[in-house]
């Protein structure tokens, strides 16, 4: 598949965890720490490949600014997640945290899907979008996500 449809599907994975979190029942919190961790893998995988693959390839895309500015969200992101991970689920401070979290994450896919993957997909030919959701296929693999069908283990595509 190609980079963007890859990415998405990453999205709808982070997003799908995000709602597991909030669903109406309180999760026990050794569930909530294992739900928690597997969104912390996901984010950090998902930043992780868009900084090694996409944003490299598409530097004449986006001024320096903007460019900045997604780099600076992934690390808030970072940032966010490594205070999370360092508290239990059950701390007070655990909630408002995740809730600032799950916003930027939010901000961060809506300004992708509705302004840079568009772009990406006028100005990037879909062999050379192929060739990099091929590379990001096979970090995530190595990572243990699953890539053929699923997003990640357990998730089917949308």
Not at 43 to 61: K, M, Q, V
């Amino acid at each position: 598949m190609d980079a963007i449809e890859f990415l998405t599907r990453q999205h709808r994975h982070i997003e799908s965890l995000f709602d597991e979190l909030r669903r109406g029942r309180p999760l026990e919190p050794l569930e909530l720490g294992d739900v928690f961790a597997r969104l912390a893998d996901a984010l950090a995988l998902h930043c992780e490949l868009e900084e090694e693959h996409l944003y490299p390839r598409t530097r004449d895309l986006r001024p320096e600014a903007e460019q900045a500015d997604a780099l600076t969200e992934h690390q808030e992101l970072k940032e966010k997640l490594t205070d999370l991970l360092q508290m239990e689920p059950v701390d007070p401070g655990f909630g408002p945290k995740l809730l600032a979290l799950r916003d930027l994450v939010e901000l961060h896919v809506e300004e992708e899907e509705s302004e840079f993957f568009p772009e990406v997909e006028r100005s990037i030919a879909e062999p050379e979008r192929l060739d990099i959701g091929l590379a990001m296929a096979a970090v995530a693999r190595e990572r243990g996500a699953s890539v053929e069908g699923e997003v990640a283990p357990g998730i089917e595509p949308g």
